[in-house]
């Protein structure tokens, strides 16, 4: 599997699991793409060769700009990553609300009841939150009045 090879892009190399660097060799073109390809004729004497492949010697294309693939990926990945954000401050709510609203979604016609629909169960989700979170007797201490 490609994902056991690590490239060093300083040497421009990939390391096989068994430590050997399979290095560039010729650059093809699929699909339109510019592809790289590596191997290494270690292969041959390989004790763990079958880990790697069922062939004379294990190869690896790599894409000319694969680097802005990994590049996204790693961001993709992060901890801080957008998505990781999204799911957990806004996919709960909305789900929540889905949930609530049913197969039918919106009870109102046009943009302004639809609008106003919407604000009505946002609010409705931030007052069952809030009674959740604090109580009763806490939310009515924070309301000024």
């Known amino acids: ?62 894409w000319k700009h694969e680097h802005l693939v990994e590049a996204s990926n790693a961001r993709r990945r992060s901890p801080a990553a957008p998505m990781s954000v999204r799911r957990s401050t806004v996919e709960h709510p909305f789900g929540t609300i889905k949930f609530w609203t049913g197969p039918c979604h919106f009870l109102t016609r046009r943009l302004g009841g639809v609008g106003t629909e919407m604000a009505l169960n946002v609010l409705a989700y931030n007052i069952k939150r809030m009674v959740a979170l604090v109580g009763i007797k806490g939310l009515l201490a924070a309301i000024p009045g």
Not at 1 to 7: I, L, N, V
């Open 1 to 62: 599997m490609k994902a056991d090879f690590a490239y060093e892009h300083e040497n421009d190399v990939y390391r096989c699991p068994a430590w050997q660097a399979l290095t560039y060799r010729t650059t093809t073109e699929q699909q339109g793409l510019q592809m790289r390809r590596y191997w290494t004729n270690a292969c041959k004497s390989c004790e763990i060769k079958k880990r790697c492949t069922t062939g004379y010697e294990r190869r690896v294309s790599r």
